[in-house]
């Protein structure tokens, strides 16, 4: 019967049976005995609702903590990962002798473009979302009332300002040497290649011919260019490129070295050029016809324009110390 049952459920529970089931199957139960075993029934329900509050209120406490130590531990581990890049990166640059050659000061400047590029964003955003977590855990701990984190020495956002400051200055400071030990190997060379040159030459094809076919590609052609201080406008790669490579679409170690060598080739001078005007047949060189000389296309455009009015002569000689 499930009055019997009932009651049966509420004593294992711990309320007494106050009255029995034949008095309840009555046509009219004593009143009074009903309500005081119903008034025990809603004490005991009651109670049971208090602690199941006062549980949940303990677990939302507990899991808050857990979320706000997770939270600093984040905060720390990746505080000390910004301080020791901070302090690598600086003892690096601050330790950095200075290059020897032109290809390695160049080097240099591209090994530099490279942090800049992949490195630098990545700290810098690195720090900001690290200020942001310190600053939502504080703000959390104070809207419930409770105490400030207390962050471990050294790692406060105050100090990753300052040694954020202090990256920059070493960056600025290690930028301005490189660039300025760059322009010194802007010189005025004999006729002659020095054969350190050839040699950095040489040993850009190689570093780029990474299968060492004997052969390089278009990337790899204008990134061993680069290697070495010679560089080609985006908007002239392709037709330099094409010229030398031809109808393989690769360039060879001699080509390579060849049209390189061109570069540091100084035997260029007002006479030689004024000689090799006269021979090419443009005529007089005060008022040259390029065209006439064979020169086409896109170098018979920009020659035209920066010469506008024709005197060949004049612009060479304002062009040479």
Known sequence: MGVEHAFKNFEELGIDRLIEV???LVDSPDEKQVMTYV??????????????????????LIQFLRRIRGSCDQYEA???????????????WEGKSLAESKGAAQQDIEDYKRYVKDMQPAFAVKKIDLETLYANVQTELSAKGMLPWECPDGLDPEVLEKE?????????????????????FIEVQDNKID???KQEIEVAFERFDKD??????????FAAMTSIGVAIPENQQEATFSSIAGADDKISKEEYTRYMLSFFDTSDSVDGILTSCSKAGGGDAA??????????????????????????EDFIKSRFK
């Not at 990746?78 to 690096?92: D, R």
């Not at 200055?169 to 322009?183: E, G």
């Not at 060492?212 to 052609?221: A, K, N, T, Y």
């Not at 065209?291 to 506008?308: D, H, K, P």
């Open 22 to 24: 034949e008095d309840m």
């Open 39 to 60: 008034s025990e029934l809603f004490k005991f329900l009651s109670t049971q609702d208090f602690k199941q509050n006062a549980k949940d209120h303990l677990n939302r």
């Open 78 to 92: 990746g505080a000390q990962e910004y301080l020791e890049h901070v302090k690598a990166q600086t003892a690096e």
């Open 164 to 184: 954020g400051a202090r990256l920059n200055a070493a960056q600025a400071a290690y930028f301005d040497k490189i660039r300025t030990h760059r322009f010194t």
């Open 195 to 197: 054969e350190k040159v």
């Open 212 to 221: 060492s076919s004997g052969f390089i590609e278009r990337e790899e052609f």
């Open 287 to 312: 008022k040259y016809d390029f065209a006439a000389a064979g020169i086409t296309g896109e170098e018979l455009e920009f020659i035209n324009s920066a010469c506008g009015d024709g005197n060949f």
